[in-house]
Each structure stands twice: as C-alpha cells, then as structure tokens.
C-alpha cells in the first residue's frame, strides 16, 4: 500500500531535550516536506526537500532541523524543543515539485512540549 | 497578508444541501489550485486541482477559479454528512510549496 508513515504519533517531551519524528514514504518519490498545523494558523511549511541531499527552508524552520540522506525517509529534528514548538505535525511527499502532484500527507505526529 | 485567505467557519448545512467553499489569493502567478479535505485526526488528502482558471467538475465535487478577481470556489452537489471535513484550498507558489488557506470546517448534518 503506498502510504506516508510517522512516527510516533503523539509525544510529549520536556524542554530542551532532543528529539526526532520520522517520516518514511514508499513510493519512490523525489519531494517531501514538512509541515505544522495549529489552529487558526492553518498548515504551515517547515522544510522540504527536493531530492536526496538538496533540502531548504519553508516559512517556518526556525528550531527545527531536517536530513534526506535516503530517498525514503526525511527525519525532523528538534535539537531543543520549546513549549511554542507544541503542534501536529505532518510530513508529505510527491512524485516531485514543480507541478500539480499530489502531496501524500502522513497521519499526523501530535507533539506536546511542556 | 497570507497568500491565501479562507473563512475558517464553521459551515453547518442539513444533507443534500449545496455547498459553496471559497478562498481568495493575492498573487497573481499562481497556475495550479487545488483543494484538500482534511478528516477529524487525519492527515489532508487531495480532492481536486485545477489550472489556471475555469471550472473542473468530478462527481458530486466542482472546482472554480476566478483569476480574474483572485477566488477560488468548491462546491459540492447533495452534500452528505461523510462530506463533513475541513477544507483546504491551497495554491502552488514558485513551485516547490503549496500555500495553505487556513481551512473551512464543513457539518453536514443529516
């Protein structure tokens, strides 16, 4: 089944201690993104990633740090997390950029930061 | 001014009701627009695209683009309540991001 997955699904960490959200897609496909959702902000881009090795900066990458060392997965990083980084977040991928593709959403990671 | 602007709702509509969901946009070079629904603790899922303007019609579901005043509309024909979601439009900028509206939630009640 061609699918987006997250993991984990929810969390809840303190302040300041590292943690990463992983995203895997398994339909081969060049661009994936990350993206926050909190309410009456709307989806938010975060970082993506053209292809393995090429990543850049969406409208909100501030304390977030993201790889693409694999075509398959694009790892979030939170080297020190702050209560403002509380959110759901979800990753995407699509055959590429540049075009109507359809952006594959993965379940959603509900991260909580205390 | 975010790039594209949505009234969050809520909508609340009986069932078979027709509904018209709208957004409009600010800059001018968007090509591709498109509309995701996004179910209560799922990830959004794409409904429809259209490029440039006109209409683009799927089942019950009719996508319209304005460009000429910057609207985007979605219409959906005897809504039934598994329409009952939150709507996004959305609109590719340089090509490399979607920007998001900040979504419509729809209640279809029966």
């Known amino acids: 089944e061609a699918q987006v997955t997250q993991n984990p699904r929810y969390l809840i960490t303190v302040t300041g201690k590292k943690l990463t959200v992983t995203c895997s897609q398994n339909?081969?496909?060049?661009?994936m993104s990350w993206y926050r959702q909190d309410p009456g902000l709307g989806l938010r881009q975060i970082y993506y990633s053209m292809n393995v090795e090429v990543t850049d900066k969406g409208d909100v990458p501030e304390g977030y740090k993201v790889s693409r060392k694999e075509k398959r997965n694009f790892p979030l990083i939170l080297e020190s997390p702050s209560p403002n980084q509380t959110s759901l977040y979800f990753c995407?991928?699509?055959?590429?950029?540049?075009?109507?593709?359809?952006?594959?959403f993965g379940p959603g990671t509900r991260l909580t930061v205390t | 001014q975010k790039e594209v602007e949505q009234d969050p709702g809520p909508l609340s509509v009986p069932e078979g009701a027709i509904v018209s969901l709208n957004c409009t946009y600010s800059n001018s070079a968007f090509q591709y627009f498109m509309w995701y629904r996004q179910y209560s603790r799922k990830g959004p899922e794409l409904l429809m695209y259209t490029y440039s303007s006109g209409n683009k019609e799927d089942g019950r579901f009719t996508a319209q683009v304005d460009k000429s005043s910057k609207y985007i509309s979605l219409f959906i024909r005897d809504s039934q309540p598994s329409d009952s979601a939150t709507y996004l439009c959305?609109?590719?900028?340089?090509?490399?991001?979607?920007?998001f509206g900040k979504g419509t939630s729809l209640l279809v009640t029966p």
């Open positions: 339909m081969n496909h060049e661009y």
């Open positions: 995407a991928s699509s055959f590429r950029a540049g075009g109507p593709y359809e952006q594959y």
């Open positions: 959305a609109n590719l900028n340089s090509g490399y991001a979607l920007n």
